[in-house]
Each structure stands twice: as structure tokens, then as C-alpha cells.
């Protein structure tokens, strides 16, 4: 009997994320309020919705991730970093700041595979530059962290960046703060 409850609660998560793409935006934001009331039952879908050609549906995915907030998403949260649309990168974006410091590691890690990836930087450098005022309670990130964010801003970031981030990597690893 519980797994048919499951199936119901998969169905209805799939149908709610069908409804993301519909052209009616009212149809959308309930569907939206409805999968952000679901919860991290409904990440694994949209983040698997963050990979759909129709760039409604990846924008409506990236924006309710925004407010679900949960560090599963990360990975393919990372990726839509370098998405073609400069909205849906934003929010993207946005989501790995609201996920907060479980997003930094591998958004590091990302900065160093994908050193060539603009959009990518672009990115990295927003999530990191809001990140740092809110973990000034952990000095030690802080002073990790301000370095990657300013390679960024210099005026070679794809060679600066990723020595940066992986010196941030490294630190992170051996205080033992990942």
C-alpha cells in the first residue's frame, strides 16, 4: 500500500513539473508553489528538469530550486551555471547561494574542470562574492574563499581562477573544512 502512496507522490511531482512549461503563468507559479510546498521529494525531478531543451521549463525548475534550498541539487545546479540563458544561469545562481556553504566545494571544483567556461566564472564569482559577507563567523572559509573571488575579478580569470580555487581546495581539505 505505501508503495502505491509513492507512485501517487511520483506522479503527481512529475505532473506538477509538466505543468512548468505550460504557457498559462498562473498554471506555472501554482505548480511551482506546489512542488516548493513538496519539498526535497520533488528535487531529483527538477533538477533533471534543469537539463530540458525548452528553456521555460529549465527557468521555472532553477527558480523553484531557489526556494527548496537542498544541497542535492548542487551538482546539477553547477552545471545550469553554464547554461545559454543568462536568466536561468541566475537563478542558478541564486539557488547555490540560498543552499549556501554545502555549495562551495564543488563549485570549486567546477572553477578548476572547467577553467575555459566563462559563464561558468561569471557565476562562481556572484555565488562566492554573496557567500562571503554571511560566513564571516568562519574567518577561515572567509580567508579561503576572498582569494578565489578575487582571481576572479582580475583581468585573466581563467588562468587565475582555477590555481585560486584549487589553493582554496586544498586549504579547505587539510583544516578539515569541506
Known sequence: MEEDNG??????IHDLITKLGNSDGSVRENARLALIDIGKE????LAETLSSKQEQLRWEAAKT???IADPVSVPALIKVLRDEIFDIR???AEALIAIGKESIEPLLQA???QSNDSFLQEGAHHIIAYLLPGLSKSRELV??????????DSSAPRAAGPAAAQKALEKMKHMKIT
Open 7 to 12: 507512485k501517487i507522490g511520483l506522479n503527481k
Open 65 to 67: 530550486l531557489v526556494s
Open 90 to 92: 541566475w537563478l542558478a
Open 143 to 152: 580567508e579561503i574563499l576572498k582569494p578565489v573571488k578575487d582571481a576572479l
Open 111 to 113: 572553477i578548476i574542470n
Open 42 to 45: 520533488a528535487v531529483p525531478g
